[in-house]
Nanobody, 123 residues
Framework: QVQLVESGGGLVQAGGSLRLSCAASGRTFSSYAMGWFRQAPGKEREFVAGASWIGGYTSYADSVKGRFTISRDNPKNTGYLQMNSLNPEDTAVYYC????????????????WGQGTQVTVSS
């Protein structure tokens, strides 16, 4: 198993940037695909970005392409989500997740989840 802890959320003005971190412990983080999801009030959890455990494959939701960048530092057991040009529609709780499978937008394929970190973008 792997345990995940997100950090780096906060309040930012529209147009600003934040960098989320996902610290992993337990089983080797590098053996998992990593995903970032978000959930806004009253909405379903949605896929934001994913990164393969090896090979550098990444995937993004259309709504964040060109603004967000997912990365991972396997020796440090840490994943990141760099978020630029934030807008109020990006306000949500952001979750880091790990999967035994390849990168997917399906939340059900991710077995391990962090507790989430709040991102609030003011207009």
């Amino acid at each position: 198993q792997v345990q995940l802890v997100e950090s780096g959320g906060g309040l930012v003005q529209a147009g600003g940037s934040l960098r989320l971190s996902c610290a992993a412990s337990g089983r080797t983080f590098s053996s998992y695909a990593m995903g970032w999801f978000r959930q806004a009030p009253g909405k379903e959890r949605e896929f934001v970005a994913g990164a393969s455990w090896i090979g550098g494959y990444t995937s993004y939701a259309d709504s964040v392409k060109g603004r967000f960048t997912i990365s991972r530092d396997n020796p440090k057991n840490t994943g990141y989500l760099q978020m630029n040009s934030l807008n109020p529609e990006d306000t949500a709780v952001y979750y880091c997740a790990a999967s035994d499978y390849s990168v997917s937008a399906r939340a059900s394929l991710y077995f391990y989840w962090g507790q989430g970190t709040q991102v609030t973008v003011s207009s």
